[in-house]
């Protein structure tokens, strides 16, 4: 497989405000766009970013088959530029592209396009603190076809856009018992569209309730805590780091499996496991010590301050000193080269 290269003329990335911008409204230079016809992937094209075109019957406008990733380049105190966890974003976007009957896309074009878009695009990696440039991969079918079914063409392609530093006021939250996020069978663990148009609806409903954020409980009982919007659900219960299991309704997130790994080189103790409503209002009508936080590649860490449930409000910890800004910090670290990077976390251009 070839990667063919169309610079563009002049960059953008002069006229872009690194002050002041809205994130994911500008493109970066260059995107990359793979075509699978034929029964196979073939070569990528980078070029200059520009709109698509493509035939209103094509089978992504209709019928869901599109999922994505959501990564991130970061700029190292040395002046180098690493993405972090390629690996483990490649596994996963496979993962959700079987589920839903895509083809998977090839380690090289994955590992090789993105690598190469970024290279191009270095001068969009700000080296100011907290900013990184998110990296989209995704792929859509494109057969031209109004029949449900499988679609036989596909587009992978990468784009990338510039993130500023992401500090939110701890967030005020509600356990949603009436709408569900995913079922065991269904498509919760894969990062495919349809999961976040679903989620709009009582998401928005909640903050017109005056809330941020919904927190998803399962669908059966409604009473075990599964994720935040399109965060991972994590807990600190006097000094254990709780989080719920991966068993197919949620995504393995990768700041998920990141934090908990950091965790445990800190000798904290690890818990994945079901962890209830009631559990949590328990420990806290106790007085002991519960930090609430979601973990994403957008923001790392969202701590909660308050997690409301059947209009009963319970407040979380969120002192400077709690467990979870230490672990956000060194997390941090290692993607700007700071802290040792003793997993290989980081692939340096
Ligand atoms: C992307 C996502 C996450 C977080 O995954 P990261 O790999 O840490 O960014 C968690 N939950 C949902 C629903 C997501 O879409």
């Known amino acids: 497989m070839q990667i063919h290269i169309h610079k563009a003329g002049q960059s953008a990335v002069q006229n872009f405000n690194f002050d002041q911008f809205e994130f994911g409204r500008v493109p970066t230079d260059h995107m990359l766009l793979a075509q699978y016809s034929d029964g196979a992937w073939q070569d990528a094209i980078i070029e200059p970013s520009r709109d698509l075109q493509m035939s209103p019957l094509a089978m992504c406008l209709h019928y869901g088959q599109t999922v994505f990733e959501g990564m991130k380049a970061y700029k190292t105190s040395d002046g180098n530029i690493c993405i972090f966890r390629m690996e483990k974003h490649f596994q996963r976007m496979n993962k959700s592209l079987l589920r839903m009957a895509m083809p998977e896309v090839p380690r090289d074009l994955f590992m090789d396009g993105i690598k190469a878009v970024v290279d191009l695009d270095r001068v969009w990696v700000s080296d100011r603190e907290g900013y990184s440039l998110y990296l989209r991969p995704f792929v859509i079918a494109t057969e031209p076809k109004l029949g449900v079914a499988s679609s036989r063409e596909f587009v992978f392609m990468v784009v990338c856009s510039p993130m500023g ?27 495919n569209g349809g999961n976040y148009g679903a989620a709009l609806y009582p998401t928005i409903q909640a903050q017109q309730q005056g809330f941020d954020q919904v927190l998803w409980t399962d669908a059966v009982t409604h009473e075990y805590l599964e ?20 068993h197919g ?64 409000r319970y407040s979380t910890y969120t002192g400077p000193d709690a467990l979870m800004f230490r672990l956000k910090a060194q997390l941090q670290g290692i993607r700007t080269g700071t802290v040792p990077d003793i997993h290989g976390w980081n692939t340096i251009l």
């Open 249 to 312: 309704t949620i995504l393995d997130g990768v700041t998920r499996d990141s934090l908990l790994t950091l965790a445990r080189d800190m000798n904290v103790e690890v818990q994945e496991r079901p962890i209830s409503v009631q559990e949590i209002a328990d420990a806290l009508q106790a007085g002991r010590h519960v930090e609430a936080f979601g973990a994403g590649t957008a923001a790392m860490i969202a701590p909660f301050a308050s997690i409301t449930c059947d209009d009963q």
């Open 227 to 246: 994720e935040s919007g399109t965060m991972n659900l994590m807990f600190v219960l006097d000094n254990i780091l709780i989080t719920p299991p991966l």
């Open 165 to 191: 530093p992401y500090y939110p006021r701890p967030l005020n939250v509600k356990v949603e018992r009436s709408y569900i996020r995913a079922a065991q069978g269904g498509v919760g663990f894969a990062k």
